[in-house]
């Protein structure tokens, strides 16, 4: 089932990404160009200026669109008339919520790419790939005697754990907002700041916790020590973030199993 | 063979405002049941109560002996009073999606019905005039060869030749130990279908007997003893 349902949210959700993505590459191909624009006469690099400067705005929305869509599609499937058929199919609400997910990191990643194609598509003309220092940056980070392996591991892992809670704590925002009788998405959006102020609070406080008693440990600069301490530092807040998103995905779970009320 | 539905006290509330109350109702498998009364009297809250849209306050509900949840939705097939389909989908993507997640759902009975009822699956649902996209959502629903059909206002925004086929298909697809829930204002249309009515006031079960045992004790017509029930 949950296959099933990934199948169909992915459709609703590329029909309208897809578009958006291959257009900011082709895009990010013509500002190539455009970034030349004191080759150009004036009129056209006018143009060119505020080509470049729209640009840039539709990169920032680009980045953040994976959100959007997916949160607009949450919530017409779950909470207006749509959800009429989302809740009467016999699947489980966790199967519902999880697929919704795996849709969002999916495009994030897709996102991700679209990004790693665009930037240099974007600096083509400005910049010989064959001068940047690949490989001596590499050789340097190799020279000191540490194992990045475990900070490279628990990075990437912090880094998809904050991506699903940070889709989920829209998900949980929608889900509280459909608790009140009226004025139910302006509550959404107000549920959405409390989730997100208390969690960066929580994390704050832990970490900040930590961090006490390490600052010298900064000081030194001695490699090892200071990946000691980060390898801790974002052990926990990966362990922060199962918890907040444990707790975000039950409290959602609940709020559609026992407390759905449709209009 | 047990009861498809049976409500023991059942009872739901929203803060204050009482939407059903102390509801004790059995139906038997095999019959077209009409469930009748006035907008707000709660006949929407049982039916969603029915389909797991919503939990009771007290008391007890049970399709085919199980309370509302994935295994009464597989042997439930919902009909909404409202446009329940998203909008860029076309007719016949949601009879794949529908045959997916529903394995009752017959597929060839769905393309029959459609050329019957002339429309062309290949439209996109937005589309659609509201009353093809009522014909659909109908379709979708009597096509499941499902335990028990609810049908909120199946034919209130339908021509009157379309209403009288749909009144048919119902009769047709009646599988033998299913059966059809219709709550509706339109009571002389579909008093001839049914075998029992409910009548529901005040989130109360005011009457459930037999259409026959109604016109032979009352000497009227179910529309007749609507308007007297519920002479405003």
Redesign the interface.
Known sequence: MLGKLFKYDMKAVSRILLPISIFVIVYSFIAGFLLNFEDYPTPVRIVAVLALVAYFLLLVAYAMSGYFVIAHNFYKTMVTDQGYLTHTLPVKISSIIFSKLLVAFLWSVIIVIVFCISIPLLIFLQVDFREIPIREMIEFLGSFDVSYTYTVIIFILLMIGSLFVSQLMIFAAIALGQLLQKHKLLFSIIFYFGLSTAIQTIYSVILGILSIGQIDVLETEYLPDVLSFYNIYLTAAFFINALVFAGLFFCTKYIFEKKLNLE | MENILECRNLAKK??HFVALSDVNLTLQRGKIVGLLGPNGCGKTTLI?LI?????PSSGELKVAGNIPG??T??I?S?L?D?????N?MKIKDFYQ?FA???SDFDIAKAYDMTSRLQINPNNKLKTLSKGTKEKVQLILVMSRKADLYCLDEPIGGVDPASRDYILDTIIKNYNENGTVLISTHLIQDIENILDEVVFIQSGMVKLHASVDDVRIKEGKSIDALFREVYRC
Do not use: I
């Not at chain 2, 389909?51 to 939990?55: F, K, M, R, S, T």
């Not at chain 2, 409202?82 to 998203?86: G, I």
């Open positions: 929203y803060g969603k389909n797991g849209l919503l939990e994935m295994e939705k597989k439930v919902y909404p409202r446009t329940y389909l998203n860029w999606y997916e997640f529903y």
